[in-house]
């Protein structure tokens, strides 16, 4: 076995996935709010695209994927951030978020680099880490505070060892926002210091009132953002991710994605077309993710819990009264309420759970009355 993988044990939210499977086996009712998979139908138009895709022969798809693909994208760019994108040397798709952002280090690290760390905000996305690992980097991770907004605190990054300087605003997992002057500071540091800059984007489209900025809205300078439809539009079964930014920089993963894999298949790649040129079906997902937040805030508000509003993302950020994130957790997941520890997220998560807003409307308002009656 690669050593990596006997020193970093299992992916964090696995062990959680395992006691949701012991208590399902038990015939156990679950509220899950654990694994951010929200269950709301994928939109008719969109699934309608990919039945009317399905090919007599299957072939391989292009690792670059299809011209309109990148171009319904780059029309989604333009409506919702202002920024213009040229298809041909500015896109590339991935199948889903994780797997690019996994494999992004692949193409810009080496054990032999001077240069290989990678700065990235603890509690956080754990594939940050993983991934400059596998790809013989060194992780730096920045300890995020409430304080501090959540936000990435520049002068706790070493410009003389970082190559790679990851952000993920609106925050996964606490729902964090970062304005367009703060990612304008960062790309200035990032800039300065000859520092690539990638931004995780995948939340960007689930939110309240001021829509969050890109950071292609900034710049596009040695600079990556990922978006995702798994969030957006409902599709995380089928894996459909795109990278854009500096035409570099995606041409060097255009030469390390022919050895990974093609694009998704071009079925999928026709359904994630619908899915980018349609806005409609997102407005009516936040529309439910707000009926949604808002029982949870109301109800936390009754019982005296401390919780992040940001009105961005579908995660609630709550303190645990006692500190003790695993075992509030698991007293919840006794009654049948599934959250995620912070603690799974790094350090800077310990003392505070994670609720993914992915139950029914429905099931929230049972789940809000479970969780009542036992801390009430």
Known sequence: MNPILERQGAYPLLRLDERREE?????????????GDPREPTDIKI?????????EVSQYPTATGKRELREAFAGWMRRRHEVSLDPATEIMPAGGSKEAIFHAPLAFLHHTHERRGVAYGTPGYPVYER??????????????TREGGFLLPLEKIDPEKTRILWLNYPHNPTGARATLS????VAQFCREHDIL??????YNEIYEGVPPPSILEVTKERTLAFCSLSKRSGMTGYRSAMMAGDAELISALKKLRPSIGA???SFIQNAAVAAWEDDGHVRE????FSEKRALFEAFFERANLDFGRTGASFYLWVAVPDGDDEKYALRLMDEGIVVAPGSAFGK???GFVRVALVPSVEECREAVSRWGKLFL
Do not use: H, Q
């Open 23 to 35: 208590l399902k086996n038990k015939g156990a009712r679950l509220f899950d709010f654990g694994a």
């Open 131 to 144: 991934g400059t690992i596998f790809a013989g980097g060194e992780p730096t991770p920045v300890k995020l």
């Open 263 to 265: 694009a998704t298949p």
């Open 47 to 55: 699934r309608e695209a990919l039945e009317n895709s399905v090919p």
């Open 348 to 350: 800077g998560g310990e």
């Open 182 to 185: 703060y990612l304008e500071e």
């Open 285 to 288: 997902r936040n529309r439910v």
């Open 197 to 202: 800059l990638f931004s995780d984007e995948c």
